[in-house]
Each structure stands twice: as C-alpha cells, then as structure tokens.
C-alpha cells in the first residue's frame, strides 16, 4: 500500500492506494499518526496522477462544495454487492442535503434495510468521497458517524456544506438582476 496525507479544514486523510493505482481506503486521521507518513505522491505515474487527482478534488470540495472522482478508481474488492449499491446510492446525495438510512436504503434497491445501510455506512472506507455524513436518522437526527471525531464531525461536516451552498448561491444571486433574487434564494431555504 502506497499511504498519502492530504490536509483539510478537519484534520489530515490518509489515503491508502493499491499498487495498481485504486483508492482502498481515505479516512480521517489525527496529526499524530498522519506525521509519520509523507504527504508528497509516490510510485508509478499512474497512482501519481491519481494521487494529485484526489488532492485536487478534495481542494475543490473544501473551497466550493464540490466533488468530483470517478468511483471506478476505488478498490471495491472487499465490498460485498449489497454495500457497493450502497455506497454508490451514497456518493449521489448532494452536498448540503441529506437522506435517512431508510431512504438511502430505497435509493439503493433495498427498502427494508435500513439497519443493514448504517452498518454500510459505519463500514465506509471513503468518508468525504462517499459521504455517509450526509446520512441521518428517520427523524433527521445524526446518528452513527464512525469517522474521526464521531458526531461532532458529521455535523461540523453538514454545517460547512450547508454554508458553502449557500454561498454559491448567493454568489450567483448577485450576477443577477435584484429581481430575479427573491425565487432561487427562498428555494434554497426551503431545501433544507
């Protein structure tokens, strides 16, 4: 396994690639453990390119709220059928909004699992990429966030989308006509 630290606002990822160029894993760790690992990409120049792809996909989601990877490059050999369906259905929520387990469950062809979907989502190697904090209880209360730091990430993590959306659209509010304002703005409020 080739190991890289990406910093963000809420501490290092440690990304862990296979020799062949695939994310296996990318989760939060704390500073301590995140010093004894270099930051700067290494191995073949496909893992490189992969390596500053990623790099640059989380700037982009730190700055703006949006992400961009292609999920064939996760190594998905370890996960069973039922949890890539998951965690698939999961990387299409979009920032700023969430979905219960019960529905993420529906999006995912299973209705009836809820319970299975937050085993899924306690069992996500790719927080932020696949971000099962975007995943809440029945009643919109957070629940089960496994990530470094627990609950309180998850929410700090919903906060900062919910701010970075907002931004956006406030910033392309004011490229508009004052009158043309009032919709996109109550529209966004209303979606959350």
């Known amino acids: 396994m080739e190991l890289q630290i990406i910093p963000t606002p809420f501490g290092p990822l440690r990304a862990s690639w296979t020799a062949t160029g695939q994310l296996a ?7 301590g453990a995140a010093a004894d690992v270099t930051s700067q990409p290494q191995g073949d120049s496909r893992l490189v390119a992969r390596q500053h792809a990623l790099s640059r996909s989380l700037d982009e989601y730190f700055q703006r709220g949006v992400f961009r990877w292609d999920l064939d490059h996760l190594d998905w050999s370890s996960i069973t059928p039922f949890r890539r369906a998951v965690l698939r259905a999961c990387f299409h929520i979009p920032a700023g909004h969430t979905l ?25 190697p790719w927080p932020i990429l696949i971000p099962c904090h975007r995943v ?3 009643k919109g209360q957070l629940t089960g966030y496994s990530g470094n730091g627990g609950l309180e990430t998850k929410r700090k993590l919903l906060d900062w989308e919910l701010a970075a959306q907002s931004k956006a659209v406030v910033a392309r509010e004011e490229r508009l006509p004052s009158a043309d304002r ?7 409020l209303n979606s959350n």
Do not use: E, I
């Not at 894993?25 to 500073?31: K, R």
């Not at 219960?100 to 996500?124: D, W």
């Open 100 to 124: 219960s387990y019960g529905q993420l469950a529906a999006k995912a062809g299973k209705p009836r699992a809820a319970r299975a979907v937050g085993g899924a989502m306690a069992g996500n």
């Open 25 to 31: 894993s990318c989760t939060f760790s704390d500073a």
């Open 136 to 138: 809440v209880g029945a």
């Open 182 to 188: 009032r919709p996109a703005m109550v529209a966004l």
